[in-house]
């Protein structure tokens, strides 16, 4: 049969569509009082779904979840429209006036507990930054990135498909932002003059653009041209060392990090960037309009959006 929300085919016997998670079934005939198909009054699993019909009870917190730390520092997380859960995890911090840090994380959704995964890695990684006060940036997040690595790497280590997640860590100040990541996630900064892209993405692309095997046309034409090649977890490649970058900020502007569910929309850093500063005069409001934005778009991914305003 075709799910009715987003056309997947699926088999005769599903009761909800596996990859947007719409119900299936006619919901007028659900038991009053369970809202469930078969009529019992079933347990429901962590991602909202009744064990015994498989109908959605009840949305996770995590689908969709939103922090704001004042009107320039706020984020959002969402789980798109064609994911029956939200992999993405974010978090963010404000250690003085003018010390604010970001955590941003994309579980690997071909592993297994991609979920846990980048819960882990955001709060391990969160959980350093905050305990580096008095260090150098540079100090706190090459240890909030070791703190992640093992957080993520005790969830399955014996695993043959052990979790994983990327990761961006940001700790910002009045006049820079420095930064560390392994995968695919972005950090942008984006003034009125110009937009910068910050991060390089660890894919398989800039890898052998990198190292000469093809030239970037060819390379984005092969199947893999997406493909990760730096993640956090127990089978992470052992040269996935993460780098750290600083940027000098010079003018007044906007720093996002976000995740590909966004980014995949608009690759380019200029149409990002006109993204940004039309979409709110705050950095909640700024957030929730790009994940309405990728949503309208097909909302392929899990979408999450962190902003500050500096």
């Known amino acids: 049969m075709t799910c009715p929300n987003c056309n997947a085919t699926l088999p005769e016997t599903d009761r909800f569509c596996e990859e947007c998670g ?12 369970t809202g469930c198909q078969c009529g019992a009054a079933c347990e429901t699993d962590e991602d909202g779904y009744c064990t015994g019909c498989g109908v959605r009870r009840e949305a996770p917190a995590r689908d969709h979840f939103e922090l704001e730390i004042s009107p320039r520092f706020a984020g959002v997380s969402d789980r798109g429209i064609r994911h029956h859960r939200n992999e993405d995890c974010f978090d963010l911090l404000q250690d003085s006036a003018h010390s604010f840090s970001i955590v941003v994380c994309d579980g690997v959704s071909s592993t297994e507990d991609p979920d846990r995964a980048s819960e882990a890695a955001c709060g391990a990684a969160l959980a350093a930054i905050a305990d580096g006060a008095g260090l150098s940036p540079e100090r706190r997040l090459l240890s909030a990135m070791s703190a992640a690595q093992t957080a993520v790497k005790k969830l399955g280590s014996g695993s043959n498909n052990a979790p994983a997640t990327t990761i961006v860590c940001a700790i910002a100040t009045s006049d820079r932002v420095t930064l560390s990541w392994l995968g695919d996630s972005r950090a942008c900064w984006i003034a009125d003059s110009r937009a910068v892209q910050l ?7 800039n890898e052998v653009v990198a ?11 092969h199947g893999n041209a997406h493909a990760i090649t730096r993640w956090l977890g127990a089978d992470a490649p052992e040269d996935s060392k993460p780098p750290v970058l600083q940027f000098e900020i010079t003018e007044p502007g906007r720093l996002l990090i976000c995740t590909d569910g966004l980014w995949n929309y608009a690759p380019e850093i200029r149409i990002l960037a006109d ?6 005069e705050d950095a ?12 309208a778009q097909g909302g392929h991914d ?9």
């Open 199 to 205: 991060t390089t993405d660890h894919s398989w692309l």
């Open 302 to 310: 899990n979408i999450t959006a962190a902003l500050l305003f500096l």
């Open 22 to 33: 719409a119900q299936l079934l006619d919901l007028s005939t659900h038991s009053a009082g």
């Open 211 to 221: 190292a000469g095997e093809f030239t970037e046309e060819a390379a984005a034409q």
């Open 284 to 295: 909640l409001t700024t957030a929730r309009n790009l994940v309405r934005f990728a949503n």
């Open 275 to 280: 993204l940004v500063r039309s979409s709110g």
